[in-house]
């Protein structure tokens, strides 16, 4: 974020700190009395969804889930952990790239029109509080596209400023996840202001807490805590190495960029083709996805007209609509252009990869297509990915 | 000098009013629109009936008898433009349900008298007879998107119609999948967007009363309700509705 360098956020103190359970909630006093909006996981229509939670009873507590290609069920779990879940379809992106904004209105004169500008940007102050490792990455690299450029988005960039982040790094892997392959988890090492690793150990309910700026060690001052000791910062350690073993995928990221480049004249996009619905949800629930549209509209009276922004998905044929028709008009194209830009020209485009190994794309496609799979279909020569 | 209104007319045919009924709906909005368009033609809300030519026709329902076949020719030499609402008039609507079977036995189950009635083997879309210059979707059509169409004919631009699928809209609102969250059988990845995703944050299935979207793939999303163990007679059925006669719909999840 161009705002608050990552450099400010990362440098954690040598020594972590330990946070009881139990005190969650001074935690959810010490943000709000600091003005902010905690949003957190929290159970809604059968999924774990980020939204304002208005302390730790709110929160997804003794819940986990069971993600597998084009399938998610929620479970309870035995520990009461109160993070035992992984990441969700509604992710933080909405938060700072909303699905739909109004750009600007104008009202018709005696002398042509007047552009009312929206409102100055004065977005809430947020506390995002469980972001996963994967997830937080996607929101750096978001950051990148969105306001890391010569024009960066007024209002993507002030609520990213003015947003606190508790991430909470992955003591248990996914069926879908693979950011150990992507280097992105399963613990966060930048851009959050405190990070919380849980420990449901010994019949003792305690969080490590690593802050990662000056403002994460100002919150973390105003919440009871003590200095951690080595076998707490041990047993972490252990969680965090055995969730990097326990990935549910595994995607092969070496020289994945030249493999794309070689196979796009692959037999094996045709094969996607057949089972993919183009119906967008990969790109909806991908934490880097930023593609949008824009449309104009006016009133019946023909006295105001404003300008829209909506998220769009390279999986839409209006989305690449020119004069004279749509460049990319088969569904294999879509599928091809989508994988391509996540896992190849978006290091030559922006310097890293697209993919942040968060798997939501494999859960929430409806027919399971699981990008892993495709990549390792393309590198054994085209042949079937996965039998889903 | 102000120029006269534009000419506004509604057409019905084989339908269950519902769609022409969604302008009625427009409360708040319909003194706008009976500021800005004469309302020339419209039976089910007045009894005024002045002659065309019209400048916009607004045409519910399906083509199902010899008479609706002839009618229709008339109507679109009386309209500049051409708009079919509702998935009667765009697909054929639920009664092409008849399409698949043989309507001389519909009627001899239905009606004592069969022989006093003149009726089409098929069921088919207002685009089947006669050109047509925009079709909106929906059973019914959704309230947003006619206010949309009309403000868009009066402005001389080009509706904003999403032609995505219904997945986009339930995203957009934050309403969790419910075919990956809960096995239901939903028609969202192959429906054209329009109706903010109602069905499914009402914890429904969607239906596809928005028809197919741009380019859908029925096949695939048949083969993965047979997964979750849906019979290909549940599959059919859930295809054959409101837009069973919309050509990638037809085939019942079967390729078209």
């Known amino acids: ?94 938060f700072f790239w909303p699905p739909e904004l109004r750009l600007w209105q104008a009202r018709r004169m005696e002398d042509g ?24 990455h996607g929101l750096l690299r978001l950051d990148r596209v969105v306001a890391g450029g010569p024009y960066p988005d007024p209002r993507y960039r002030a609520a990213r400023e003015r947003a606190f982040i508790v991430a909470v790094n992955c003591t248990e892997a996914g069926g879908t996840c693979f950011c150990a392959s992507m280097g992105t988890g399963p613990a966060a090492t930048a851009g959050y202001d405190l990070a919380l690793t849980e420990l449901v150990t010994d019949g003792a309910h305690r969080f490590l807490v690593e802050a990662g700026s000056e403002a994460g060690r100002a919150v973390l001052s105003g919440v009871p805590h003590r200095q951690a000791e080595k076998d707490e910062v041990a047993a972490a350690r252990v969680l965090l190495q055995k969730a990097a073993e326990a990935m549910g995928r595994r995607l092969d990221a070496g020289g994945v960029k030249e493999l794309l480049y070689e196979k796009f004249e692959a037999d094996h996009w045709d094969r996607v083709a057949e089972r993919c619905l183009a119906c967008a949800n990969c790109t909806s629930v991908c934490p880097t996805c930023f593609c949008t549209t824009v449309t104009d509209a006016t009133d019946l009276a023909g006295g105001r007209a404003e300008r829209r922004r909506r998220w769009d998905s390279c999986f839409s044929v209006d989305f690449s609509y020119i004069h004279g028709g749509p460049v990319r008009a088969s569904v294999k194209s879509r599928y091809r252009q989508w994988l391509t830009h996540k896992l190849a020209t978006w290091h030559d485009q922006f310097g890293t990869s697209g993919c942040v190994g968060c798997g939501q794309c494999i859960t929430w496609c409806p027919v399971g297509i699981d990008l892993t799979a495709e990549v390792r279909a393309l590198r054994a020569g085209g042949e079937r990915g996965n039998g889903v | 000098m102000k120029r006269s209104k534009p000419r506004l007319a509604v057409f019905k045919f084989a339908s269950c009013d519902g769609c022409q009924l969604t302008l009625l709906d427009c409360e708040d909005e319909l003194l706008a629109v009976a500021g800005q368009v004469d309302i020339a033609y419209f039976p089910e809300a007045s009894r005024a009936m002045a002659p065309g030519p019209y400048d916009l026709a607004l045409v519910e329902g399906s083509i199902t008898t010899p008479h609706d076949a002839e009618r229709i020719l008339q109507v679109r030499r009386r309209a500049r433009v051409l708009v079919t609402i509702g998935a009667c008039a765009t697909a054929g609507g639920i009664q092409a349900l008849r399409n698949f079977a043989d309507v001389a036995e519909y009627a001899r189950a239905v009606y004592p008298r069969p022989e006093y009635l003149e009726t089409l083997a098929w069921s088919t879309p207002v685009s089947s007879h006669v050109p047509v210059d925009l079709e909106l979707r929906g059973c019914p059509i959704d309230k947003g998107q006619l206010l949309e169409v009309i403000s868009a004919y009066l402005a001389g631009r080009r509706p904003n119609l999403r032609r995505t699928s219904v997945c986009t809209e339930c995203k957009a609102r934050g309403t969790t999948c419910l075919l990956v969250a809960g096995g239901v059988p939903c028609l ?35 083969g993965r309700l047979a997964e979750l163990g849906r019979g290909p ?24």
């Open chain 1, 113 to 136: 029109f007047r552009v009312e500008a929206e409102p100055a940007a004065d977005p809430p102050r947020r506390a995002l509080l469980g972001v996963r490792p994967c997830q937080l």
């Open chain 2, 188 to 222: 969202g990845p192959v429906t054209q967007a329009g109706c903010g995703a109602l069905c499914p944050s009402y914890d429904r299935g969607c239906y596809g009363c928005f028809g197919p979207a741009e380019s859908p793939n029925p096949p695939a999303l048949a």
């Open chain 2, 233 to 256: 007679d549940e599959v059919e059925r859930l295809f054959r509705t409101f837009n069973a006669w919309a050509e990638a719909f037809r085939g019942g999840g079967r390729p078209a």
């Open chain 1, 1 to 94: 974020m161009p705002a608050r360098p990552a450099a400010s956020r990362s440098a954690s103190p040598a020594v972590p700190a330990v946070m009881a359970a139990g005190d969650l909630g001074q935690l959810f006093s010490a943000l709000t009395t600091r003005g902010y909006q905690v949003i957190g996981p929290t159970v809604r229509d059968g999924a774990v969804v980020y939204d304002a939670v208005d302390g730790p009873d709110a929160l997804a507590a003794g819940w986990g889930d069971e993600q597998a290609p084009g399938s998610y069920r929620l479970v309870r779990r035995r520990d009461g952990a109160i993070f035992g879940h992984r990441s969700g379809p509604t992710g933080w992106k909405r």
